[in-house]
C-alpha cells in the first residue's frame, strides 16, 4: 500500500505526564508518516478554499446578476473544483509514490541501493518546493477562470469589480495555503521522516535538491504574517459602506477575517518560531557541551536549509576538535604533557635556549646478556614494568623522561619549567626509582625470574634546551619541520659517563661534584675522588648516594 511504511518505528517521543491523549496520535504520525503528510496538505488547502469560499460568496457572489450567479454554482465552480482538486491531489500522490516503499524498507534493515537511496532522499527534501509549485498552479488559474467564465457565459456587467475581487480573493487564498503549507509541511518532514532517511547522510549536502533559500523563507514569512491578513482586510473594508446591503453580513466578514489572520499568521510564526528556537536551543546545549571540553557531542538533528549547513559545520568542527584532542593527548604519550604544551605554545621552529639543569641517566645492568633467547613479547614486558615504576618515581619529583634508551632512560630536572632546587629533585626521584625497583625485583623473584640491577648517574650543568630536527619543505610549498625536544651539550654527556662509573667506581646511585654543590638537603653520601672519564679532558670528582 502507498502509505504502509511497515513495522512502528522506535523513535517516537514519549507523551509528557498527563498527556497520553497524545500516543494515538503520535504512533499514527510516526506509522504512517507519509499518510499524514498528505492530510496536513489537504487540511491546509481546505482552510484557503473555506476562506475562498466565504469571501466570494459574500463580497462577490451575493452583488451579481441572477445569470451570473447561476452561472458561477451551476458551471464554474463545481468545473473548476473538479479539475484543480483531483490534479493537485494527483500530483503529490505521484511525488510521494516512492517514499513509503522506501520508508518501509529502511524501517526493515533491508537493503536499499544507494541511487535508488539519493533518489528518495532528493524527491524528500524537494517535497516542500514541489508543494508550493503545486498549490500555486491550482489556485492562481481560478483568478483568470472565474471572472472570464463569468463574463463569458453571463455577460459582462460589473467586469472591472468581478475581476479585482476575484483576483484578490485567489491571490489571498494561494498565498494562505501554500506558505502555510510549506512551514507546516517542512517541520513536519524534518521532525518524522529526516531522522530515518538521513541516518549517514546529510540533506543540506545532498546535491540536485530544490532548496529555498533564508531569504526567500523571510519573505514568506512576512507575506504570510503581514500581506495576507492587510490585503484581506482592505479588500473588505472597499467594499465596507454603511447603509448599503448586506451591511451586518460584511461587517462580520471583516470581523471573520481578521480573527482568521490572526489565528493564521500565529500559525505560521509558531511553526517558523519553534524552527528558529529549537535550533538556536540545540546550538546553544552543543556550545555548552564543547566548552565542557565534550567533544564527541553531536547535533542530531537533519535539516536541508541553511541552518542545516550551520549544524553540519558545528559537528565537523566538533568532530575536528575531538580529533586534536586526540592528537594532543596522544603527543603528550611519546613526550611529558608539560613539554607537548610548551612546544604547541612557544616552539614554532627550531632552536632553544641555555638552561641549568640536572640530567639523571639510568640503566639496567646485564640486560643485554639477560634477554638473550628470551622471546621479545617477554622482553616488552619486563622493559615496560621497569619503565612504569622509573617514569612514576621522576614524574613524582617533577623530571622530564626526555628518551627511553633501550635499556635505559634519559631524565631532565628544571625543564621546561625552571626548578631551584633540581638537583634535590634528581637525587630524590634516583632513591625512590630504586625503591620502587625493589618491589618489582619481589614481584620477578615470585615469578621465578633474576631480580634486576641498575645504575644511575646524575650530573648537573648548562645545556641547549630545545626543539631539535630537520626543516622539510611540505607538499603545500609550506616548510615543515622534523623535530625533537631534547637537551644537549657537554652535561649530558658527562651524566651519561657519570652512569657508566657505577660500573667501576660503586653505585648504584653516582652523582658529579656540580651536582652534589648544588643540593640544598642533605644526603649521605660518601666520595669517591677525581675519576677519570672517557672522552672528557681532566677527571671528574663523584659521589656516591649511601644507604
Not at 451575493?62 to 451570473?68: F, I, K, P, R, T
Not at 500522490?93 to 535508488?116: E, F, H, M, T
Not at 603528550?332 to 604544551?341: A, I, K, N, Q, Y
Request: proline share 6%.
Amino acid at each position: 500500500m502507498l502509505f504502509d511504511q511497515g513495522r512502528q518505528p522506535e523513535t517516537i517521543p514519549p507523551a509528557a505526564p498527563g498527556q497520553c491523549w497524545m500516543r494515538l496520535p503520535l504512533a499514527l504520525v510516526y506509522r504512517r508518516p507519509f499518510l499524514c503528510f498528505f492530510l496536513l496538505g489537504v487540511l491546509c488547502n481546505l482552510v484557503g478554499s473555506a476562506f475562498n469560499f466565504v469571501y466570494n460568496k459574500l463580497l462577490i457572489i451575493d452583488v451579481l446578476s441572477a445569470e451570473q450567479r447561476a452561472a458561477f454554482w451551476n458551471w464554474i465552480a463545481p468545473g473548476y473544483n473538479v479539475v484543480a482538486y483531483p490534479l493537485g491531489l494527483g500530483v503529490m500522490l505521484y511525488l510521494l509514490w516512492p517514499l513509503p516503499r522506501c520508508l518501509g524498507d529502511l524501517r526493515a534493515g533491508r537493503s536499499v541501493g544507494p541511487d535508488k537511496l539519493e533518489y528518495c532522499r532528493r524527491r524528500l527534501v524537494n517535497l516542500p518546493f514541489y508543494q508550493v509549485c503545486v498549490n500555486f498552479l491550482a489556485w492562481l488559474p481560478g483568478a483568470v477562470v472565474f471572472p472570464l467564465g463569468i463574463g463569458l457565459l453571463a455577460g459582462w456587467d460589473n467586469a472591472a469589480f468581478i475581476w479585482t475581487h476575484f483576483l484578490v480573493s485567489f491571490l489571498v487564498a494561494a498565498l494562505m495555503a501554500t506558505v502555510q503549507t510549506f512551514f507546516l509541511l517542512e517541520a513536519f518532514l524534518i521532525r518524522v521522516v529526516y531522522p530515518e532517511f538521513f541516518r549517514d547522510a546529510r540533506p543540506a549536502d545532498l546535491p540536485g535538491t530544490l532548496r529555498i533559500p533564508l531569504r526567500s523563507r523571510l519573505l514568506l514569512y512576512w507575506v504570510a504574517t503581514a500581506v495576507v491578513p492587510v490585503v484581506s482586510l482592505l479588500a473588505v473594508v472597499l467594499t465596507f459602506v454603511e447603509g448599503q446591503p448586506h451591511f451586518d453580513r460584511l461587517r462580520a466578514l471583516a470581523v471573520g477575517v481578521a480573527v482568521n489572520s490572526v489565528v493564521y499568521s500565529a500559525i505560521v510564526a509558531g511553526v517558523v518560531g519553534w524552527n528558529l528556537v529549537s535550533w538556536v536551543d540545540a546550538q546553544a546545549r552543543a556550545t555548552e557541551e564543547i566548552m565542557r571540553g565534550n567533544y564527541d557531542y553531536r547535533i542530531d538533528e537533519k535539516r536541508p536549509d541553511e541552518f542545516g549547513r550551520l549544524t553540519d559545520r558545528f559537528n565537523d568542527m566538533a568532530a575536528g576538535l575531538a580529533r586534536a584532542r586526540l592528537l594532543r593527548e596522544t603527543f603528550g604519550e611519546f613526550v611529558e604533557p608539560d613539554v607537548r604544551d610548551q612546544i604547541l605554545e612557544y616552539y614554532q621552529g627550531l632552536g632553544g635556549e641555555v638552561q641549568e639543569i640536572t640530567v639523571l641517566f639510568a640503566d639496567i645492568r646485564g640486560f643485554t646478556r639477560r634477554s638473550a633467547g628470551e622471546a621479545p613479547d617477554r622482553v616488552f614486558d619486563l622493559l615496560n614494568r621497569f619503565f612504569t615504576l622509573a617514569v612514576a618515581a621522576i614524574r613524582e619529583e617533577g623530571g622530564l623522561v626526555n628518551k627511553f634508551l633501550g635499556d635505559g632512560l634519559l631524565a631532565l630536572f628544571g625543564v621546561p619549567r625552571a626548578r631551584a632546587d633540581h638537583a634535590d629533585r634528581a637525587v630524590r626521584a634516583a632513591v625512590n626509582l630504586l625503591a620502587r625497583l625493589r618491589e618489582l625485583n619481589r614481584e620477578l623473584a615470585a615469578e621465578g625470574q633474576e631480580p634486576l640491577a641498575v645504575g644511575i648517574g646524575i650530573h648537573t650543568g648548562p645545556a641547549l634546551v630545545g626543539c631539535l630536527g630537520a626543516a622539510l619543505p611540505g607538499a603545500d610549498g609550506r616548510q615543515r619541520f622534523r623535530r625533537e625536544y631534547s637537551a644537549i651539550g657537554e652535561t649530558v654527556n658527562l651524566a651519561q659517563r657519570v652512569e657508566q662509573l657505577t660500573k667501576t667506581v660503586g653505585g648504584p646511585i653516582l652523582l658529579s661534584e656540580q651536582t652534589r654543590a648544588r643540593l640544598r638537603e642533605p644526603v649521605p653520601l660518601t666520595c669517591r675522588g677525581p675519576q677519570p672519564v672517557p672522552g672528557y679532558d681532566g677527571t671528574l670528582v663523584v659521589h656516591q648516594v649511601e644507604g
